[in-house]
């Protein structure tokens, strides 16, 4: 998948569709909008939503770049727990994958899930 870049674009909203497919509004610095859908979403973290939610990065990772961290953000499970191990593994054999959004100001973002697609989109959010 051919990602723009992001950096100091804008996180301008999400929408949980019937089918539980995250669509995630992103907005280049340039002002390009896109629509990001996340399908077969598992589990998703969403923090510090604030006016403005400026993007630092999107950060990608497959089923093997998945961590112990990530397992213990989204399941909120102690760190160290055993169950961070268990819901590690299980996510590895279900292929699944993570996307992180990291913020220069507001939205702070985990998601895990199956596949991706980005579309180029003209709607205001």
């Known amino acids: ?6 950096h100091d674009g804008r996180f301008d909203g999400f929408w949980i569709a019937a089918d539980e497919a995250v669509h995630l509004f992103l907005r280049t610095q340039g002002g390009d909008r896109f629509t990001l859908i996340l399908r077969g979403v598992e589990r998703l973290n969403l923090s510090e939503i604030r006016e403005g939610n400026i993007i630092f990065d999107l950060v990608f990772r497959d089923a093997e770049g998945l961590t112990i961290s990530d397992m213990e953000e989204l399941y909120r499970v102690a760190p160290g727990s055993p169950q961070a191990a ?5 996510a590895r054999e279900r292929k699944f994958q993570a996307l992180e959004i990291n913020p220069s100001y507001g939205a702070l973002a985990l998601f895990l899930f199956q596949t991706s697609e980005i579309r180029e989109t003209d709607l205001d959010p």
């Open 1 to 6: 998948m051919n990602v723009p870049n992001f």
């Open 86 to 90: 268990s819901f590690l593994k299980q």
